[in-house]
Structure formats: structure tokens, C-alpha cells
């Protein structure tokens, strides 16, 4: 997530500006974005792409999960997921075709709000065949 705001924090991390103004490092996830739009394109193979919110270091399989797109995900503020339901995810994108040619963000609500998700395929229903859009923000 994060993807479609050229100002996001991630983008600063490793950036150095020189001392003749020249600035090198940085924008990981404009280069992020920019593999992403090869895969889909030009690379000819299957893919499905998550975008995960913050990484929890929490159980998984005790929250309901939401996706959405282009960092508006609806039904939730909260914009981070455990580790567990990420793979939990990406094991429903091996074995659900309908997962196949996908590009969505994920994040879960926090525990006691919503229903805990166990259907995957209804789960990907929910994003109504949207899918991140990446003529929005920036690529390198």
C-alpha cells in the first residue's frame, strides 16, 4: 500500500541528496510500481499482487480481512494486517484461479471488529473486478 502517494515515507528511506543537489537512493516504491507494471504487461506470466498494509507480528485467522484498491480500502481505517493472513491470502491465489491477473490491496480490522474471514474466493468478490490502477502516482 502506499503506492499511489509519490510523498510516502517509504519513498525517502535510502535517499541521499549530493552535495552538487543530485539526489540518488530512494523512491522504493516507485521502483516497486515499476516491476509491477512490467509483470503485467510486458513479463507474458501469471501474477496476482498484494499490497499488503503494515505487516503485524500477530496471529492470523482472528480478523476479517478487506481489500480494495489504490489505497482506498472501504469498511475499515485501520491499514495493517498480520503476516499469517498475507500468506493465508496468497496460498487462496494459488489455488483459486480467479486470483490469477489480480492486483489488490490488503488490510484486516482489528480483532473483534467484523467477521473473520474463511472464504477467500467471497473475499476477492468484494473488490467488484476492480484493480489497482497504475496510471495513478508516480513510477521510475
Excluded at 480483532?111 to 495513478?136: A, E, F, H, I, P
Aim: aromatic share 4%; charged share 25%; glycine share 12%.
Amino acid at each position: 500500500m502506499g503506492g499511489t502517494n509519490p510523498d510516502n515515507s517509504l519513498n525517502n528511506l535510502g535517499k541521499i541528496t549530493k552535495s552538487d543537489g543530485s539526489v540518488t537512493g530512494g523512491d522504493i516504491l516507485k521502483w516497486k510500481r515499476k516491476s509491477e507494471v512490467y509483470l503485467i504487461n510486458e513479463s507474458g506470466c501469471p501474477y496476482t499482487i498484494v499490497h499488503p498494509g503494515g505487516l503485524l507480528n500477530e496471529p492470523g485467522n482472528e480478523r476479517e480481512l478487506c481489500l480494495g484498491v489504490d489505497d482506498k480500502i472501504s469498511g475499515t481505517s485501520n491499514n495493517s494486517v498480520p503476516r499469517e493472513d498475507v500468506a493465508n491470502v496468497m496460498i487462496a491465489a494459488l489455488e483459486d484461479e480467479s486470483y490469477r491477473g489480480r492486483s489488490f490491496d490488503l488490510v484486516s480490522k482489528p480483532v473483534g471488529d467484523g467477521v473473520r474471514t474463511k472464504d477467500y474466493g467471497k473475499l476477492l468478490k468484494s473488490l467488484d473486478g476492480k484493480n489497482s490502477d497504475y496510471s495513478l502516482g508516480e513510477i521510475a
